[in-house]
C-alpha cells in the first residue's frame, strides 16, 4: 500500500481492515449493475461504530469520497464505486445486538444480511415481514438505504414501516440516534425518515432497531394463467373483494420462458400471456374464497387456468417462477425499470405503457413482472449479443425519457423500489419537482457539508 491517503488512514486507525488487491476492488466496487468499471481507491472493513466515525472524518480531512457498500445486491448502481472512492462496506459489522420482548423490537448491525434477520424474528416467535429474492445476501443497512419493498408490501408495508429506530453516522462524522423505538413522537422532523431511501448519500447507517410483528400464518399460494394483459388489474379486484392477500405478484410468458430455462419446473401443460403468483392464509374460508374468486375470473373470461399449491414445497416451486425472474435474466445485461403508479392510474398507464414500448422496442426482448398489487411494475429489456453495451444503453435511455414523461404525466415513479442511484438520476425530475431536489440538496448540506458521502448518486452537487 503505497497511496499517502492510505497511508494516512492506516497510521491514523492501525487495526482497521483496509482491501487494495485488485480484486477486491472490483469486486466491492460494483453491484449488479454492471455498467461501470469499478476503480475503488481501497475498502475499509470497520468492525465498530467508532472506527466507522474515524473513517468518515478522515475522509472529510483527505477530500476521499465515500461510497457505503451491504451486501452489493443493488440494482440502480448506488453502491457503484468507479471514481477513486473509499468503500466503507458494512460486512463485518453483522450482529444481531438485542431483543426486547416488550418492545417486540430487534436491534442489529447494518451489515446483517436479511435472512438472519428473518431467523432472529423467528427464534422469538415473531416476523420482520420485508422480504425478497436477495434477501441471503443483502443487508439491513441497504434495505434501509433503499427502502428496499419486495413480494410482501402489499400486506405489510415496505422498510420504511418497520425501522423503529437507527443509529447514523454522518457525512461529518456525527454518531445519530434517530427513532429510539418511540411508537409516538411528535418532536419535530423524523430524521430517521430522511436516512431511509437516502442511497448513502447522507452517511452511514451502522445499526437499526426493527419492528417484528406477529408470525405470518400458514399460507397457501396459487398460480394463475391470464389470457391478456387488462385482464390483470380486473383479477386483482376480484380477488382484493373476496380475501385479504399477502401477495399478488406477475409475470409474462417471455419471463416464465427464462426462468424455465434457468432450472424452474413448467406449471401449466400450455403455455398462456400473463401470469400470477398470489398468496393468502390458508384457513377454509381464505381457501373457499380464493377457489370462488378463481372462478369467477374464469367464468368471466379473465382467467385461463389455476393452480392450488398442496404443499409447502408445491408453493416454493410457484415462488420460484416468480422470483428467479431476476438471476435467470442477469446475463442478458438487463436495462431495468422499476417504476410505479397508483393503483387506479395502472389500467390506463399500462395500456399507454405497453404501446410505447412496443413501439419503441421491436427489436429487443422485453421482460414484464413486478408486484403489480401495489402498482409496481418491473420492465427489463434484454441486451442482444451482437450490440454493444453503450449503443444498447443509449437506446433504453432515449425510450426511458419518454417512460419518464408518462410516468410524470400520471403522477408515478421512476423508482418504485430499488433507488435512484446512478441509473435513474437522470431521470429523477419526472417524480420529485425542482423544489423538492433543492430541498434534498439542502438536507444532504446539512448532513455532509463537504459532499463526501456517495457524491453523483441520486443526484448531482448543485
Ligand atoms: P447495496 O447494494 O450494497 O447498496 C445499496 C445502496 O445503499 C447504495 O447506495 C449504498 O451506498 C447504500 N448503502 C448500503 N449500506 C448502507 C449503509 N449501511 N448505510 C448507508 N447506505 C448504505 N429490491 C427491492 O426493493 N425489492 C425486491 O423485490 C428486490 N429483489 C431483488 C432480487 C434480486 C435477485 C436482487 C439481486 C436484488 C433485488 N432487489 C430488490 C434490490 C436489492 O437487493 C435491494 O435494493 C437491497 O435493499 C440492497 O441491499 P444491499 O445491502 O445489497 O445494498
Ligand atoms: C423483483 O421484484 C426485484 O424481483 C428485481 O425487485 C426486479 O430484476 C428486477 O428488475
Ligand atoms: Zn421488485
Not at 375470473?297 to 404443499?311: Q, R, T, Y
Request: glycine residues 8%; contains cysteine; hydrophobic residues 45%.
Amino acid at each position: 500500500m503505497t497511496d499517502h491517503r492510505l497511508l494516512s488512514l492506516q497510521a491514523e486507525l492501525p487495526g482497521l481492515r483496509l482491501l487494495t488487491d485488485a480484486a477486491d476492488r472490483e469486486h466491492y466496487g460494483r453491484d449488479w449493475t454492471r455498467r461501470w468499471t469499478p476503480a475503488p481507491l481501497a475498502i475499509a472493513l470497520p468492525g465498530s461504530v467508532d472506527e466507522v466515525q474515524a473513517i468518515v472524518r478522515w475522509a472529510n480531512a483527505a477530500g476521499v469520497a465515500v461510497v457505503p457498500s451491504g451486501g452489493r445486491t443493488g440494482l440502480s448502481g448506488g453502491a457503484v464505486a468507479a471514481h477513486g472512492e473509499l468503500v466503507v462496506s458494512t460486512a463485518r459489522m453483522n450482529r444481531v445486538l438485542d431483543f426486547d420482548p416488550i418492545d417486540r423490537c430487534l436491534t442489529v448491525q447494518a451489515g446483517v444480511p436479511l435472512q438472519r434477520v428473518h431467523e432472529a424474528a423467528q427464534q422469538h416467535g415473531l416476523q420482520y415481514p420485508v422480504d425478497f429474492a436477495a434477501r441471503g445476501s443483502c443487508s439491513i443497512g441497504g434495505n434501509i438505504a433503499t427502502n428496499a419493498g419486495g413480494i410482501r408490501v402489499l400486506r405489510y408495508g415496505n422498510t420504511r414501516q418497520w425501522i423503529a429506530g437507527l443509529k447514523l453516522v454522518t457525512g461529518s462524522g456525527a454518531l445519530l440516534d434517530l427513532g429510539r423505538g418511540l411508537v409516538k413522537d411528535s418532536s419535530g422532523y423524523d430524521l430517521r425518515h430522511l436516512a431511509i431511501a437516502s442511497e448513502g448519500t447522507l452517511g452511514i447507517i451502522v445499526e437499526a432497531s426493527l419492528w417484528l410483528t406477529e408470525p405470518p400464518p400458514p399460507t397457501k399460494v396459487m398460480l394463475l394463467a391470464l389470457p391478456s394483459f387488462e385482464a390483470l388489474m380486473q383479477v386483482f379486484a376480484v380477488f382484493q373483494a373476496r380475501l385479504a392477500l399477502q401477495a399478488f405478484e406477475f409475470f409474462t410468458e417471455v419471463a416464465l420462458k427464462h426462468v424455465l430455462a434457468h432450472g424452474a419446473q413448467v406449471p401449466f401443460a400450455q403455455q398462456h400471456p400473463f401470469y400470477v403468483v398470489t398468496e393468502f392464509a390458508s384457513d377454509p374460508a381464505s381457501e373457499a374464497a380464493a377457489l370462488a374468486a378463481f372462478e369467477q375470473c374464469l367464468s368471466d373470461g379473465l382467467a385461463s387456468d389455476g393452480v392450488l399449491s398442496a404443499s409447502d414445497a408445491q408453493a416454493a416451486q410457484l415462488w420460484r417462477l416468480r422470483e428467479g425472474i431476476t438471476e435467470s435474466l442477469a446475463k442478458y445485461l438487463p436495462y431495468k425499470n422499476d417504476i410505479s403508479v397508483r393503483l387506479s392510474a395502472m389500467p390506463a398507464f399500462l395500456a399507454e405503457t405497453q404501446a410505447l414500448l412496443g413501439h419503441e422496442y421491436p427489436q429487443f426482448e422485453v421482460v414484464w413482472f413486478g408486484h403489480i398489487g401495489d402498482g409496481n411494475l418491473h420492465i427489463n429489456i434484454l441486451k442482444p449479443d451482437a450490440l454493444a453495451l453503450e449503443a444498447f444503453v443509449a437506446d433504453c435511455e432515449r425510450v426511458t425519457r419518454l417512460l419518464a414523461d408518462s410516468l410524470q404525466r400520471h403522477g408515478g415513479s421512476i423508482s418504485a423500489e430499488h433507488g435512484i442511484g446512478l441509473v435513474k438520476k437522470p431521470y429523477l425530475w419526472c417524480t420529485r419537482s425542482a423544489v423538492e431536489i433543492a430541498a434534498m440538496r439542502g438536507i444532504k448540506a446539512a448532513f455532509d457539508p463537504n459532499g463526501i458521502m456517495n457524491p453523483g448518486k441520486v443526484f448531482d452537487a448543485a
